[in-house]
């Protein structure tokens, strides 16, 4: 069967009222334009440590658009109203930056709070934390290195394990699955190894904790086989998001600087063949794995949908998840979950200073160059012009 339903955009938007519509229009308008984006940066952060009073021109604008609200609960009118649609809500406690022990236990209480929100919600059947939110960033990437460890670095890295382990148990008592963000590549054999002993000691009997692999690594698909393969031999589930990897920039730079082989594919192209590849290899051993597979990219959705057609795989199969942003790609999530599949938006929320960096990354991301931004602002067109014509 043909997939052609992502054209709908009267599902697509059907949660918009056409006033938040036009203001969509005009905020992709805006950021199509990388100097207007890398303007806004600059003096959006100088307005805010300046605390002139610009929260609210960003909570109008681009926080609306992008986060659910301030807080947890606060974003259960736009959970609930999701949750109608039968799309679910990854709710991500959304600080970057933090460097002390105080500010990691700081960050697993907003975290465990945050899930405790989401307990025993069927609207909520994933939640999320990033690594790095909970320790080191220099302490991953000596455990990655396998570097011996000073006797605080030691018992650092134990209080990382106990958070790691008081996030995971807290999640399975809620009845959470909780996601592990993937991050940088040098610090990423810390955070597979974590993730793996978790799979191994919570997804005997069911899925509970889910790993994150970014296939723009070149070295991923055969990690995905060696992680399977572990799974079947060990006994436990393998749960798998999938996405092409956001560290892009990171990454290069760093490779050329330190003169090591950068570790992605020589293109955007040799990235969604192995994303696709990685798809199919999950698809392949979906009695051993969940795949949830993270993206915006229409190409790669609609192959996956033709494969479990060709391969008569149920829509609703609970092995197989899509998961999009919360503010981008809506003609994906909801024509997806129309169609009866298993669909989640990932939805940042926290006070409007805090989620900053992660707002200005989405906008730098849809800047013309780097990203959808025409697609987006083409769809909203066409269901603006729909509804003008309806009026008339
Ligand atoms: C629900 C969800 C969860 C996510 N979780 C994570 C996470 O935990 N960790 C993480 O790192 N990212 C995460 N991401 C972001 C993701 O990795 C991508 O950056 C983002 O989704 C864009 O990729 P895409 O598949 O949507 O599509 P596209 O827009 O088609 O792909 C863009 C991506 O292709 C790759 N790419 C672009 N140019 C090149 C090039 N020249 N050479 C090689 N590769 C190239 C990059 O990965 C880039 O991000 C998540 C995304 C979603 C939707």
Redesign the pocket.
Known sequence: MKVDFFENTQIAFRLKSTLELKKAYWLFKLIQYRFLVGLGKVAIQAALNLRLPVEGLIKATVFNQFCSGTSAMGSQKVVARLGNLNIAS?LAYSVEGLTSEAGFDESLKKTLETLEVQANNPNHPYGVF?PTAIGAFLLFQKVSEGAKLTVQETSAWHRVRDRFSSLCEHAIEWKIRL?I???ESWIQPAIDKLAETAMLQYNKNELWIVT?V?M?RHDRLAYLNSLVKKGKKEGFHVGV?L??????EKETLRSQKMKYPNP?????T???KN?DAGVAFLIDHLEHCTLFM????EK?ITTLIELLQRKKISSNHPNVWF???YGMSDHLSFNLAEAGYNV?K?IPFGPVREVMPYLIRRAE?NTSVA??SSRELELISKELKRRQSKVV
Do not use: M, W
């Not at 996405?243 to 892009?248: D, F, L, M, T, W």
């Open positions: 990854v990033k996601f963000d993937a991050e994150t970014q723009y998001k996405v092409r990897g956001a560290y892009i992605l594919c020589i293109s955007k040799a990235t969604d994303f993270g993206s915006h990219n790669s998961g999009q942003l989640a990932y991301e990203g959808q």
